[in-house]
């Protein structure tokens, strides 16, 4: 059976970076415990670029990018929000900030812990979260 989508609308704090996705209206996140996200509380969505879509604010991002430079994090430049980046993991596809989605579209978030800080032996756990469904 496939799964149905909603389009879910999302920016960072100022509002200068908006974007949306299509996903589940049950959500299910990712918390993970390594270096940046922990320290961001940054909560994953991860999705195929086809359902990623930024709406306004591109020439206000920054990129920041670190160890193996393959993860893109995108930050507002502004606010110095991250709502969404390119992960390591998923270079196809997008991670978003579930915690900068309007909630009005959200029936529930459910959220697995995922062990970011042995990124080695876990990563490719996270491969098939932006195949297309």
């Known amino acids: 059976m496939e799964e149905s989508f ?3 609308r999302g920016a960072c704090h100022c509002g200068r970076v ?3 996705v299509d996903a589940a209206l049950d959500i299910d996140a990712l918390e993970c415990n390594c270096s940046i996200c922990s320290k961001s509380g940054f ?3 991860i ?3 086809s359902r990623f879509r930024l709406l306004q604010g591109s020439a206000d991002l920054i ?3 670190f160890n ?3 993860a893109k994090h995108l930050f507002c430049k502004t606010c110095g929000i991250k709502p969404f980046y390119v992960p390591r993991s998923n270079p196809d596809g997008y991670s978003v900030n579930v915690r900068c989605l309007d909630t009005a579209t959200i029936g ?3 959220v697995s812990s ?4 042995n990124w080695e032996a876990h990563g490719a756990d996270l491969a098939v979260r932006s195949l297309e469904q």
Do not use: A, I, M, S
């Open 6 to 8: 909603v389009q879910h």
């Open 108 to 110: 529930h978030v459910n």
């Open 18 to 20: 908006r974007f949306e």
């Open 47 to 49: 999705v195929p670029r």
């Open 63 to 65: 990129t920041y990018t």
């Open 114 to 117: 995922f062990d970011g800080k």
């Open 43 to 45: 909560l994953h969505l």
């Open 68 to 70: 193996t430079g393959v």
